[in-house]
Each structure stands twice: as C-alpha cells, then as structure tokens.
C-alpha cells in the first residue's frame, strides 16, 4: 500500500546491526567511564531540619556523598575521601537534567520518595531508620549506574553533583533545561508507541508482583507468629509432664526459633523488593525517550507542512491560480491584481524560504535518523540489564523461598524428633 503525501514524511528506519567498529568505540568508552576513576559511595544519612523555599520549618533527610580517586589507590598511595551532602530533591534535580539533556538514554531511576507497597511491619514514614537506610542505598546505585554509563558519566554537571556542595543547583538551572517543553505528536511512530505501551505494561505488571508480595509477606508474618503459640504451649504442657516434659520442652524450643526467624527473612525479601520498584521506576525513563522521540517527529511534520505550504504559495504565484481559498486571494480580486514586479519579488522571497526549508528538512530528517540510532542502541543495552537484572532477582528470590520452606520443613522433622523421645 503506497504511502500518502498526507501521512508526512517518513519515520526514520531502525539503525542496522552495529558495526565492529562502533562495538570497539563503545567498549572504549566503557572503559573511560567514571566509576574507573573515582569510588563514589552513600554513605551516611542525617535528618536535618530548615527552612524551606516559603520559609517553613521542614525535616528532611541529608545524604553524605563519598567519593576517592581509584588511580593513587592503584599507585600504593591512600588519596582523601572528598564529601558532600545532597538532599533527595538535589537527586531529584540532577535526574530530571539528564532525562532533558539526553533525550535519547534511558536514565537510571531514583528510589522511591515516599514509601509504597510496604506489608504492615514495616513503616510507611518517610523518616522511618530503615526506609531512610533502604533510600540510601537506592540512591547509591542510582549514582553507580550514572557513573557507569557511557554517555552519562562524561556530563560535566553529573561531576559537579559529586564534587561541588556549593553553587551546583545555579549551575544547572543556568543550563535552561527546564524550559525545553515536551509536545504530543499526533501520529506517533509505530515503534515508539509500542515501547511506550511496554514501558506502561512493564510498570503495571511490576506494581501488581509488589502488591502480591506485600499481601503474602502480611499473611507469612502472622503464620509464623502463630507458631510461637506452639512454643507456649508446649513449654506450659512440659511443666505438669514427667515422662513427656524434656520432648516437649524441646519441640517449644524449635517452635519459638522458627518463629523468630520470619523477621530476618522479610527484611531478606525488602530487598528483592527493592530491585523490582527499580524497574517500576525505569519505565518512565522509557516514557522520557519516546516523549523526545514525539518532539522531533512532531517539528519534522511541522517543517514539512511549511515547506508543501511555501511550494504552493510560490506555484500559485508563478501561474496566476489559486487553489485553495484565502484572504490574499479575495484582496487581490477587490482591489486588482499585483504587478508582475511584486509578483517575481514575492517569488523570489519564497524560493529562498523553500531553500532553506528544503535544508531545515533534511537536517531534521539527518537529526531524527542519528536520534533513532544513538536510542535504539541505548534500549538495547538497557534491555539487556534489565533482564540480567531481573532473572538475578527472581532467581534469588525463589532460592530464599525454597530455602525458608526446608527451614520450616526442618523445624517439624526436630519436632517430630523431640515427640518421638518421649
């Protein structure tokens, strides 16, 4: 089916399998990324309390950034640790300036702000030691991964973040990042609607797991709570028992551990939990990249629509018609015609301006291909670590539970050990 001039230009075609070439320049630039200069670290977190933007009293939560030079480690020498604290809208900032500045890569996430798809014990207070010590380490990887990519690790403002406490957030707002604006494109490409309907489905499937879990860990914990009712009873029984006394005492015993154990083993699976909300937080990264995507596409069709309207404009002077209805049309038949002088001036000025827009075109059309290119090879890399990533923890998460149901299985095989002594 032949593609209508209507449609508007042609979507830039999906970049050919990467030459050798550009897979030695890339691992080239892995090897110069920052984390193989400097050791960046979280490692502290402080509540503090300020005065907000309106002058409010607040408290919030400071972040002490940690960072040494890897190359006079290498050399024998101990180099000073370099320090600075940053808080979570400091993160926030830096994160929204890399998704502006590089349209094109799927910036790593931050952890969540305020807690979410937590099971009862645990505390849903922003302040709370162990959603704060958990936030620390998500921001950590957050540095690590930035500090690790290629493309991220060279920006000048990312560096400054880790290395200048005083006049970073001038130096990004100086930028201007915050005025290039996201327009929706009509007619999206194909590609990157189906992406953004991944990136949407990948966000939702995410959210219901950590929902199951939260129900699940709610129900473990009361199961084995329960089970100290057993260690009670069987330690009150032992006491009115002679024969009976030491089997019971005993299987009490390995009842009362089994249900003390289940504490560690839900702070065991907060961690798991932590890598998937990860990945709930990386799909509006993938958002971001189409969003840019829409933009370019979006000033493509515009540049086209101006370029198709100046060519008629110019055609129409050159042979006297119109064909289309227009209000220079309806004043040249009241008040006469132009004179062939204004009409070649006229037409001289347009054949310029269709000169330039023939030009303007093939720069958006060469702009949006290179976008594609440097995009798609940056989806593939992330896809690649996200399913490393995730087959990792899904993997581990299943070990830990088939190894927390033995510890369960083992429990009652030393009951039934302790009952059958007596």
């Known amino acids: ?24 320049g890339r691992a080239a630039a892995m090897e110069d990324c920052l984390l193989k200069k400097i050791e ?9 309390t300020g005065r907000n933007a309106v002058n409010m009293q607040e408290t919030y939560t400071a972040y002490l950034i940690e960072t040494r030079a890897v190359e006079s480690q290498t050399e024998g020498q101990c180099s000073p640790v370099d320090s600075l604290w940053r808080r979570y809208s400091e993160f926030e900032l830096l994160r929204n300036y890399l998704l502006v500045t590089f ?6 996430p931050l952890p969540e702000k305020r807690a979410e798809f937590v099971w009862h014990k645990l505390s849903a207070d922003n302040m709370d030691p162990d959603f704060v010590e958990r ?12 500090a690790s990519h290629p493309i991220l690790c060279q920006d000048k403002i990312f560096y400054s973040f880790l290395t200048q406490e005083g006049g970073w957030k001038e130096m990004v707002n100086e930028t201007g990042f915050q005025l290039k604006l996201v327009l929706e ?15 949407d489905e990948l966000q939702s499937v995410i959210s219901h797991l950590l929902r199951v879990r939260a129900r699940v860990a709610d129900r473990l914990y009361g199961v084995y709570k329960v089970h100290g009712n057993y260690g009670r009873v069987f330690s009150e029984w032992s006491a009115i028992e002679k024969e009976m006394g030491d089997g019971l005492q005993s299987a009490g015993h390995h009842m009362d551990v089994y249900s003390s154990s289940i504490d560690d083993i839900l702070e065991e699976e907060e961690h798991y939990a932590d890598q998937l909300k990860e990945y709930l937080f990386y799909a509006e990264a993938l958002r971001a990249v189409c969003r840019k995507h829409e933009l370019m596409q979006y000033d493509l069709e515009m540049a086209a629509q101006d370029l198709t309207s100046k060519k008629q404009q110019c055609e129409e002077l050159a042979t006297g018609t119109v064909r289309t ?4 049309g309806m004043t040249s038949k009241l008040f006469g015609q132009e004179t062939p002088e204004q009409r070649e001036a006229k037409i001289k000025v347009l054949e310029e301006q269709i000169h330039e827009g023939e030009e303007q075109l093939k720069s958006k059309n060469l702009e949006g291909r290179d976008f594609v290119k440097t995009a798609w090879a940056d989806i593939e890399r992330f896809k690649e670590q996200k399913n490393r990533d995730l087959k990792e923890a899904l993997i581990s ?8 149901c033995k510890k369960g299985i083992q429990v009652w095989t030393n009951a039934k050990e302790c009952f059958s002594k007596m």
């Not at 209805?325 to 220079?328: A, I, N, Q, R």
């Open 1 to 24: 089916m032949e593609r209508s001039r209507e449609d508007g230009p042609e979507p830039p075609p999906l970049p050919p399998e990467e030459p050798a070439a550009e897979q030695r």
């Open 40 to 48: 960046i670290s979280v490692s502290e977190a402080e509540k503090r």
């Open 103 to 108: 349209p094109h890569i799927v910036v790593p």
């Open 135 to 146: 936030r620390r380490i998500g921001l950590e990887n957050f540095l690590l991964r930035v």
């Open 185 to 199: 494109l009509k007619n999206p490409d194909k590609r990157f609607t189906e992406l953004k309907h991944y990136s």
């Open 325 to 328: 209805f227009s209000l220079k």
């Open 397 to 404: 998460y299943a070990v830990m539970q088939i190894s927390m």
